[in-house]
């Protein structure tokens, strides 16, 4: 990894659709170059996957809730099926294990409060949880998908002035 590198997910980050000759052109590459970047960061998992990010107020997701949960049984099998079935709601966006207080920390996404309900009723027959703590979302100040990029170990000299 280079400093190109960096420079050309930062782009990917903020826009996955751009095109690999606009990509090249604002890091200071060919088409090719650049493209072959791309499929590597691909090929070795750095990207992992491309994807549209929605407007959750257009498709009626506009409620988030952060669920704190909190386990008696602290066994892998306990956690194997609760991971089977937390995967299987489509309102879970992010599952954490998590250390402290909390075992488990979820981001739900709904449309109201009544569909939460629905949901965390689901949730409690499919699997026995000792304490569930729902916070909802009032305002969402900042949200991103883009990861800091300052933190990369970038080898020292590559990706200055050639591909």
């Known amino acids: 990894m280079d400093r190109l590198d960096r ?8 826009n996955a659709t751009y ?12 088409t090719t170059p650049c493209w072959r970047r791309i499929q590597r960061l691909e090929e070795s998992g750095v990207i992992r ?3 549209a990010l929605l407007d959750p107020a257009s498709v009626n997701a506009r409620v988030t809730v952060f669920v704190a949960i909190r386990t008696g ?15 299987d709601f489509p309102e879970v966006v992010e599952f954490y ?3 402290g207080d909390v ?4 981001r739900v996404v709904v449309p109201d409060i009544e569909a939460y309900d629905a949901f965390y009723k689901r949730l409690i027959q499919k699997i026995e ?11 969402q100040i ?11 170990v970038v080898e020292p000299g590559r990706g200055e002035t050639t591909a």
């Open 7 to 14: 420079k050309i997910l930062r782009l990917l980050q903020d």
């Open 19 to 30: 095109a690999v000759a606009d990509i090249a052109k604002k890091v200071g590459l060919s």
């Open 49 to 51: 996957k491309r994807v």
């Open 73 to 87: 049984t602290h066994s892998t099998e306990w956690l194997k099926r609760f991971s089977e079935v937390v995967v």
């Open 97 to 99: 294990r998590m250390s």
């Open 103 to 106: 075992d488990y920390l979820l």
């Open 129 to 139: 949880i000792r304490d569930v703590s729902s916070s909802f979302a009032m305002e």
């Open 142 to 152: 900042k949200y991103t998908t883009q990861l800091p990029l300052d933190y990369m």
